[in-house]
């Protein structure tokens, strides 16, 4: 396993629903990420978060909404999705180094009906 | 506009023959160059960088090779296992940023 965990793995949820997305990262890093990955598309940078700071915000819409409390956990808050926001959700951090090579964690599968 | 290109149809071969994966770019005067592996529903597992300056990278029986002229890196993996089928992701980051830009990835399907 590579030290970042997410929660839930899969979820299902209406389009009136409020529902959450968690991570953490148990490696010492101080940068974190949300990204989307839908079918055949490249992996889309929503959010950046460095030393709980955030300092990138893709023109994510503002149904998705991130929380990042201390540098070890990240949150993603939902909010009257559409369908076309089903996909894998993935959480990645790293140190905030030259090099930035990213560990991720396993994702959390979402569907939207 | 940036571009990262990875061939989007899958890599068939067979098992014990070596694997070749591209990733050409245009518009990018990257600092460095990461591989990654992803298996269907899993996030992306980092496997390899390689600097601007560096002309070929090794680890066990990955290779990656860098040509910042040609705009290309390419990905090798030598005798290649059903193991090993998964896709492979390359990505960029300029100088001076933290934050890798992805491209597509290419399928490899290593056929026994």
């Known amino acids: 396993e590579t030290g970042v965990t997410q929660t839930p793995r899969h979820l299902v949820m209406g389009m009136t629903n409020k529902k959450s997305l968690k991570c953490e990262q148990h490696?010492?890093?101080?940068?974190m990420y949300w990204y989307k990955q839908s079918a055949k598309k490249p992996l889309e940078l929503m959010f950046v978060?460095?030393?709980?700071?955030?300092?990138e915000n893709n023109s994510v819409p503002s149904r998705f909404s991130p929380e990042c409390p201390n540098s070890s956990h990240l949150f993603l808050h939902l909010h009257t999705l559409q369908p076309e926001d089903s996909a894998l959700y993935l959480c990645?951090?790293?140190?905030?180094?030259?090099?930035?090579?990213?560990?991720f964690g396993p994702g959390t599968r979402l569907t939207v009906t | 506009s940036q571009k990262i290109e990875q061939n989007s149809e899958a890599l068939n071969i067979q098992e014990g023959k070596t694997a070749t994966l591209t990733c050409n770019y245009t518009?990018?005067?990257?600092?460095?160059l990461q591989w990654y592996r992803q298996d269907p529903g899993r996030g992306p597992v980092f496997l390899l960088l390689?600097?601007?300056?560096?002309k070929e990278k090794r680890k066990e029986r990955l290779k990656v090779t860098f040509d910042t002229t040609l705009k290309q890196s390419l990905f090798h993996i030598t005798a290649s296992q059903p193991a090993d089928s998964a896709t492979y992701l390359c990505a960029l980051a300029s100088g001076g940023s933290y934050i890798p830009t992805f491209g597509r990835g290419t399928s490899l399907i290593v056929h026994p």
């Open positions: 990645a951090s790293s140190q905030r180094g030259p090099t930035g090579e990213q560990y």
């Open positions: 390689i600097r601007e300056n560096e």
């Open positions: 978060y460095n030393f709980k700071e955030q300092t």
């Open positions: 490696l010492g890093h101080n940068a």
């Open positions: 518009n990018y005067s990257p600092a460095y």
